[in-house]
């Protein structure tokens, strides 16, 4: 007994080190199953599965999936991580589609049998309707004669008892038949009005699916046009997010009063403050003006405040969108547009700004050659410069006079 306890005390310590330390040092055997997990390989049939099970295959799918994408956009910004982030977002996409589809085919069904149940009903109620009113018009017939002058009236008292007998039990079965229409109208009522539910309910996925049809759209052209404009060139595609982010950095810092400014006078609203720099500067791969609006240190969307133009759209493939201010535009002849306020294409699919929105309006004259900026409302301006991506970056500011607001005009001379 000694010798078989000396021996157990090793195997049971060694035991407590591996429960632990063990369940410390790995993660859920879960976890390295899903992620380990080929979303493609998870095969989900409608004709061959029921509606229950294929939308659960469905589910797990678009689960994989979405995990998938999670994991590439906690990687390292790369082309590669970009295109397996737009095709998990594309199958995701389909996958969504097919979920509807499959939700719409179900109420269908369910639309069609309570079709049929509604009509059955139907059927049934007018049949106990016929009944109901046959019934109460024998018995009004037989309302003139009370069961007293029945039986005085009567040469056989026997004869007149089962009279008696048989209008109580008659007015009894008209009874049941009339509790059993109302419970039958009531049933009708509900089924009717579920069918009516159930319409509504496919029509509201109807619309879904049409607003899942044109994301699946949007999402395959903006695959092509990534793949297209970079030709998959991972140190083309590096160089341009540097300055991307660099650009980001120093619009941050800008708009935390980092820049190096200096006061330079009292300008009007139309009043030319600087002119676009031609061909590439810091932070720009080409000649436009970056318009920025901001009020107590938030940026504004542009768009908000500018006045209603016939612009012409360069943001391919973003779409384009309204304006609904009064303010004059910085430019001549505006605008060519060549990227919006917000989660355009650049910082929801190539990352360019990492993750957060574009934060002004890009765009230049429709007029060729004209690169004159103007202030869009009067102020103090100011002129001023940051570095950037291995360059100075210029800038003017005009802080308005009336509204509290600030307006920057970046990648210009003065």
Known sequence: MRILRSRQLPL???????????????????????????CELISCNKDTQS??????????????????????????NTLANTISILNGQIQVQQLQIDQTLAEIRQLEREIDDLTKRI??????????TTVLVQRVQAQYKRSYLTPFSAILASQDFTRSLAQHKYVTHAQDQTAQVMQQAETQKQTYDQQKALKETKQAEVEKKQAQLEQQRQ?????RSEQQFLLQQTKNDEARYQRELEKTLAELEAIQSIIAGRGNESEVKDV???DQIASII?????????????????KDGS??????????????WQNQPDSSFGFGGDWEWPLNNPAKINQGYGMTYYARVRRAYGGAPHTGIDMISKSSGDYSVKAVKPGKLYRGSI?????????????HKDDGMNTYYLHVNY
């Open 12 to 38: 049971l310590t060694l035991l407590g080190l591996v429960v632990g330390l063990g369940l410390a040092a790995f993660p859920p055997l879960t976890q390295h199953i899903r992620a380990a997990e080929n």
């Open 51 to 76: 509606d229950d099970d294929f939308l659960s295959c469905n589910k797990r799918k678009q689960t994989c999936w979405e995990e998938k994408i999670r994991d590439a956009k906690n990687a390292s």
């Open 119 to 128: 009509s059955g009903l139907n059927i049934s109620l007018d049949r106990l």
């Open 215 to 219: 994301g699946l759209t949007k999402q």
């Open 268 to 270: 009007q609203q139309g």
């Open 278 to 294: 031609v061909g590439a500067s810091a932070c720009s791969t080409g000649s436009h003006l970056h318009f920025e609006v901001v």
């Open 299 to 312: 940026h504004r969307d542009p768009a908000g405040y500018l006045r209603s133009i016939d612009a012409a």
């Open 387 to 399: 570095p950037c991506g291995g360059g100075t970056l210029r800038y003017v500011r005009v802080a």
